[in-house]
Structures are given as C-alpha cells and as structure tokens.
C-alpha cells in the first residue's frame, strides 16, 4: 500500500510515516516509479509506533524494542521485557508532575502577592 493510504488506515500523518521509516521503525518496499510500497502489517506497526510515543518512549527506545522481536505488534504493550522501561518513564512523568506542582505554587504565590502589593498602592 502507498503511504496515502497507510496514513489513512492508520489516521497517521503522511510526514510521521516518512519519520518513522527514516528512524527504521518501518520498512517499505520501493516500486519502479520510486514510490513506498508498504506491507499490510504496517498498520499495526504504525499503532504500535504511537501507543509507545503517547507512553513516552522516543524512537530509538521503539526502535531497540522492535529490533528484540519480543513480541507480536498487538502484544507490544504488554511486553515483559519493557517494564523496567515503563517504570522508568513512570518515575520521569512523576518527577515532571512534582516539578509543575512546585512551579505552579510559586506563580500563585508571586500572583498573591502582585495582587496584595497593587491594592496597597
């Protein structure tokens, strides 16, 4: 299938496809007139691809997992092999929610005491 129609079946853009095979994640075939030739699998390839994205992992990460052949690509998500990833990736969006959290106590506070300062004036 033409990569159109893979972005279509996959509701993913034509340009990520094209990123996505350029970091190796997909593999097309080239026809005579040069262009993409992709197998039906890369559906679901391609879901694979986003479920680790939203989850956190970059493309190298999905890259090496891919490389493992640990599992069938609708089994991806529940790969043994990636828990210590996942809990890695857990840690890091904690740390970023407690980073927000702090953060975003000092702009109410600098808020407060903008408004406070303003109504003494």
Do not use: W
Not at 63 to 70: I, N, Y
């Amino acid at each position: 299938m033409k990569t159109s129609e893979l972005s279509r079946l996959s509701n993913v853009s034509v340009r990520s496809i094209r990123h996505y095979e350029n970091k190796g994640l997909l593999r097309a075939d080239r026809l005579e007139n040069d262009y993409r030739d992709f197998d039906e699998s890369a559906v679901e390839r391609v879901k694979a691809i986003q479920l680790y994205l939203k989850l956190g992992l970059t493309t190298d990460e999905i890259g090496a997992l891919f490389k493992t052949e640990a599992a069938e690509p609708d089994e991806y998500e529940y790969c043994e092999e990636m828990l210590a990833t996942y809990k890695e990736k857990l840690d890091h969006v904690n740390y970023q929610i407690e980073a927000l959290h702090g953060l975003k106590g000092l702009l109410e506070r600098q808020i407060a005491f903008t408004i406070n300062k303003k109504k003494t004036v």
